[in-house]
């Protein structure tokens, strides 16, 4: 029997004219872009199921995210440092058996920690607003000398007052520079309050200002009219000054804001797409979006230095050029989109679909990064002749 088989063995060989180490490479190559085709059509059955499951992976994901980056931004996002001529203050802040601290925190809202460090109160709370009128409320008290509760009610409201008045002033100074008229008085108010709020480092007032011009630019170069990109782009965060008042986005919270008061569908569109909750349609909410992402993401906008921000971007390319078959590789958008050029003769359309996953994989175990990395690959052929 094994004689026999070992026969056909032979005149298998014979007929193809391949050694049996020539039929083994042929036969492992043929599994192996079976094997291409299998591994990008499951590609595409899971990025189905994860759409299909995009609420549940959306909390894994930004919880995974918090634990990643927020305890580096926490202390400095929440805390603000109040000097004091002398520790002898630290004792009437605290007042008799603590009656002016725990009054001071309740009015305010905010945490006042008290401790060995020498000439300084330090206010705590998520909320910039109240942390700024806490600050206000407690440098009035220590230059007035007088600290009781009726004293530190009192002069709460009246910062509370001053920074109303404040925010007036910064949000009308803001639309007066851009030159943007028929703001509606309470939008101009809320986007004033954006001057006490900040993203990694970023005041979103500035932030928002620099957008509106970003944007501007852009829609003139495509020959657009920049008046609604301008107005849009300054809009963009609005909802930034409610969100810890009211649920959901940011982006959805300032939509439904300009909706009340009275700003055009093409504007109110804008807000809602710029982080992509609602589908960009329109020109103007795709350019507001790139220039959210381009203020946001360029050298020292939000506690990055230069070298970091080089660094990261020469990393992404690394990764790309790592995988066989890439000729060349872009990072694009400050870093938000690698598009990645890949030898046609070495790589088909499956497995570019393989390569994209697997960079895509590599870039989330490896680095860590504001936003998303939008990974493109593209595989073109090109067929050339001369007509003599």
């Known amino acids: 029997m094994q004689e026999k088989l070992q026969e056909v063995s032979n005149k298998l060989f014979e007929i193809s004219g391949l050694s049996k180490e020539e039929a083994r490479d042929l036969l492992l190559e043929n599994i192996k872009e079976e094997c291409v085709q299998d591994a990008a059509a499951i590609i595409q059955e899971s990025e ?6 995009a609420d549940r992976k959306s909390r894994e994901i930004l919880s995974v995210a918090i634990q990643k980056i927020a305890s580096d931004f926490t202390a400095e996002a929440t805390i603000t440092s109040v000097s004091i001529p002398s520790d002898d203050i630290k004792g009437k802040i605290i007042g008799r058996e603590g ?10 809202g905010v945490d006042c920690i008290i401790d060995d460090t020498p000439e300084t109160v330090t206010l705590s709370s998520f909320d910039p607003m109240r942390r700024e009128a806490a600050r206000i409320t407690l440098e009035n008290l220590i230059a007035d ?23 007036i002033e910064a949000g009308k100074k803001a639309t007066f520079d851009l030159g943007i008229h028929n703001l509606d008085p309470e939008l101009v108010k809320t986007l004033g309050r954006l001057k006490y709020r900040t993203s990694y480092g970023q005041n979103v007032l500035q932030h928002s200002i620099e957008v509106a011009n970003i944007a501007t630019l852009m829609a003139s170069e495509l020959g657009l009219d920049p008046t609604d990109a301008k107005r849009a782009g300054l809009l963009h965060d609005l909802g930034k000054a409610i969100d810890r008042e009211v649920e959901g986005s940011h ?10 008061y009275g700003e055009s569908p ?37 506690r990055e230095s230069y070298e970091s921000y080089i660094k990261r971007l020469e990393k992404l390319e690394e990764i790309a050029f790592s995988h066989e078959g890439v000729a060349k590789t872009y990072a694009m ?22 390569i994209a996953h697997e960079i895509a994989k590599e870039i989330e175990n490896t680095l860590q990064y504001p936003g998303q990395v939008h990974v493109v690959v593209i595989r073109e052929t090109r067929s050339e002749d001369i007509a003599k």
């Open 48 to 53: 189905k199921n994860a759409k299909e499951e």
């Open 99 to 108: 009656r002016n601290i725990r009054t001071f925190e309740q009015i305010t």
């Open 145 to 167: 000398g007088r600290i009781h509760p009726a004293r530190i009610e009192e002069t709460f409201s009246k910062a509370l007052d001053f920074l109303e008045k404040a925010s």
């Open 251 to 260: 982006a959805i919270i300032g939509a439904e804001l300009a909706k009340k």
């Open 266 to 302: 093409a504007i109110i569109h804008a807000i809602e797409a710029h982080h992509n909750d609602v589908e960009p349609s329109t020109l103007i909410a795709v350019l507001v979006q790139a220039a959210d992402a381009v203020s946001a993401a360029r050298p020292g906008a939000r």
């Open 333 to 354: 958008q400050a870093g938000r989109e690698l598009r990645v050029m890949v030898e046609p003769s070495v790589v088909d359309d499956a497995k570019s679909s393989v």
